[in-house]
C-alpha cells in the first residue's frame, strides 16, 4: 500500500475547504460532506481489517489455508468490502471525488480571507479524521503482513491476498485521483 495514500487524500480535503464558496450553507455542506465520506471511510477500513483480523484468529493454529471454509468466507466478505457498489470502499472514493467536484465549482464565490477563515475553523476537525484514517491505513497494512506471514506456502491463500491487496490498491487509486486534480 502507498504510504500515506489516505492521508493525502484527505489533506486534499483540507485544501478544499479553503476553495468553498461564500454561502455559508454551501460551505458547511461540503464540510459535513467531507467530514461524513472520512468516516465512511475509516468505518470500512475497519470493517476490512476486522475481517482480516478474524482470518488471522483463524489460522494462529495452523495457518492460514484456503481449504478452511472459514477462512474463505472472509476472504470474500474482505473483497466484498471493497467493491460491493454504492457502499464499498471504491465507492467511498468516487463519493469523495463527487465532493471534490462540488467544491471546485463552489470555489469561485468566495474571498481570499474567507477561505482562510474557513480553513482555520474546520482545521481541528479535519486533522482528527486524517490522523484516524491513516491509524486504521496503518492497521490494514500490518494486518495484511500478519495474513500473508500465516498464509506460509499455502498458494491459493497467498494468491487471495495478493488479489486482496490488488483490490485495495485499486480502492485507494480512486482517492488518488481527488489528490492529482488538485
Known amino acids: 500500500m502507498r504510504k500515506g495514500l489516505l492521508r493525502a487524500a484527505w489533506l486534499v480535503g483540507l485544501l478544499l475547504f479553503g476553495a468553498f464558496g461564500c454561502a455559508t450553507d ?3 455542506l461540503a464540510v ?4 461524513t465520506a472520512a468516516e465512511e471511510v475509516n468505518k470500512k477500513l475497519e470493517e476490512i481489517n476486522g475481517i482480516l483480523r478474524r482470518m488471522i484468529d483463524l489460522g494462529k493454529d495452523g495457518g492460514i489455508r484456503m481449504t478452511n471454509v472459514e ?5 470474500g466478505e474482505a473483497k ?3 467493491t460491493q457498489d454504492k457502499i464499498g ?10 465532493i471534490k467536484g462540488y467544491a471546485d465549482r463552489i ?7 474567507a477561505k482562510k477563515e474557513l480553513r482555520d475553523l474546520n482545521r481541528n476537525r479535519l486533522e482528527d479524521a486524517i490522523l484516524k484514517l491513516e491509524k486504521i491505513d496503518r492497521e490494514l497494512t500490518v494486518s495484511l503482513a500478519e495474513a500473508e506471514q500465516l498464509a506460509g506456502s499455502d498458494r491459493d491463500a497467498k494468491r ?3 488479489e486482496l491487496r490488488d483490490e485495495l490498491r485499486k480502492s485507494k487509486e480512486v482517492f488518488e485521483v481527488v489528490t492529482k486534480h488538485r
Do not use: C, M
Request: aromatic share 2%; hydrophobic share 35%.
Open 80 to 82: 466484498t468490502a471493497i
Open 89 to 98: 470502499l471504491i465507492a467511498l472514493g468516487q463519493k469523495v471525488q463527487n
Open 71 to 75: 477462512v474463505s468466507q472472509k476472504f
Open 160 to 162: 487471495q491476498l495478493k
Open 26 to 28: 454551501q460551505r458547511d
Open 107 to 113: 470555489s469561485g464565490k468566495t474571498t481570499v480571507e
Open 32 to 35: 459535513s460532506e467531507t467530514l
